[in-house]
């Protein structure tokens, strides 16, 4: 199969939560055999077999930066592929039979958990354009159920992956209790909420004990080990050696990290949200608590062998659901599904009109 992916970032310049999920699933498909192509404004990731297509940007400005990539994918010819999959910004490209786009979470769950008001306008305008890509003509996943809450047009649930062959356990835990989290400090990743419950139950429990944060802002504190930006091998590291994984966020689209540490052999403590409950099930192959009750139960993990050697071994069976491959072949019925209608040719992306960006 041809297939066209648009994507505007990729992990070699921007690792961010789509730009992962778009490299992970293009790599799993071309291992597949199929033929991908990805338009991007990112340089190539490294190791990467499939095809890249470097965009360019016509402006400078961080603000036009946000709609730059829907002009620029709406006028890309995709008549030669068979399937044309976007992850993101097809809001000015056209309907067709054969268009995917995957929703990674919703705009307005975004906005109603946003820190300040103009980062709720800001989302609150691009979950408009959420609801035009809906009612264009095409095929729809979500990676979660509350996505396709939020967005009642998506009928597919697709989650999201991890490659099992580069996440898995390896090497011995560290000497003191240990606790991993990746994210911001004061967005939606409440990464100060966790380290307040640190500083106020753990360490007077634990003296020894350390919280490694992986993260653009840096932190310091008794027993805070900032890791800042890392690599994806080092960040592999980090989940194999910590005895938890913490998320602590008030909304998730999904919860990739909580799936990447479970199969790094790393138990999982989350406060509760609708995004990451889809994944753990409360004190099975992980731990949900409200934000009063994070201290309390990371100390229950951390102080109790036979339950986190349970959540560890559970969560390990539960993270082999979204191995790459197994998600890229749900991707493979989806295309084969559109392919069905063969009569309606893919519809060229032609924009006719005059845009200022």
């Known amino acids: 199969m041809r297939i066209a992916f648009f994507s505007k970032y990729l992990p070699s310049d921007e690792p961010n939560g789509v730009s992962v999920q778009a490299d992970r699933l293009a790599r799993a498909l071309s291992s597949l055999g199929h033929t991908l192509t990805c338009f991007t404004f990112s340089p190539a990731p490294e190791g990467a077999e499939y095809e890249i297509v470097k965009l360019q940007w016509t402006r400078r400005s961080k603000l036009m930066r946000k709609f730059s990539p829907a002009v620029a994918f709406g006028k890309i010819p995709v008549s030669s592929f068979d399937i044309a999959h976007y992850h993101g910004d097809d809001y000015l490209c056209a309907g067709s039979p054969r268009r995917i786009r995957t929703f990674y979470g919703s705009a307005i769950d975004e906005a109603f958990h946003a820190g300040k008001v103009s980062r709720f306008m800001y989302q609150g305008l691009f979950y408009i354009f959420e609801w035009i890509s809906c009612l264009k003509q095409g095929t729809f996943a979500g990676i979660s159920a509350t996505t396709l809450k939020c967005l009642p ?5 697709i ?9 898995f356990p390896s090497g011995p835990k560290t000497p003191h209790p240990s606790i991993l989290f990746v994210g911001d400090l004061d967005s939606r990743k409440r990464g100060s909420l966790l380290i307040s419950a640190f ?14 944060v ?18 994806e091998k080092e960040l592999i590291d980090e989940y194999r050696k ?4 913490c998320l602590p966020s008030s909304y998730e689209g999904f919860g990739v990290p909580a799936i990447e540490a479970m199969a790094c052999g790393t138990a999982v403590v ?29 100390l229950k993990v951390i102080g109790d062998r036979e339950l986190s050697e349970s959540l560890t071994a559970e969560g390990m069976i539960s993270a082999k659901r979204y191995d790459s491959r197994k998600i890229a ?4 019925k989806l295309y084969e599904n559109a392919l069905d209608n063969r009569s309606q040719p893919i519809l060229e992306n032609r924009l006719t009109h005059n845009v200022f960006l």
């Open 199 to 212: 500083h106020r139950d753990i360490l007077p429990r634990f003296p020894g004990s350390t919280l490694a």
């Open 329 to 332: 072949a749900e991707y493979e």
């Open 159 to 167: 989650p999201c992956c991890v490659p099992l062959g580069s996440y």
């Open 270 to 298: 989350a406060t509760r949200n609708s995004g990451v409950a889809e994944i753990l099930k409360d004190g099975k192959n992980g731990i949900l608590c409200e934000p009063q009750e994070l201290g309390a139960s990371l």
């Open 153 to 157: 047009l998506v009928k597919s649930r």
């Open 214 to 231: 992986v993260g653009p802002e840096p932190c310091h504190g008794d027993g805070i080990v900032y890791k800042g930006r890392i690599t």
């Open 242 to 245: 910590a005895w938890v994984y």
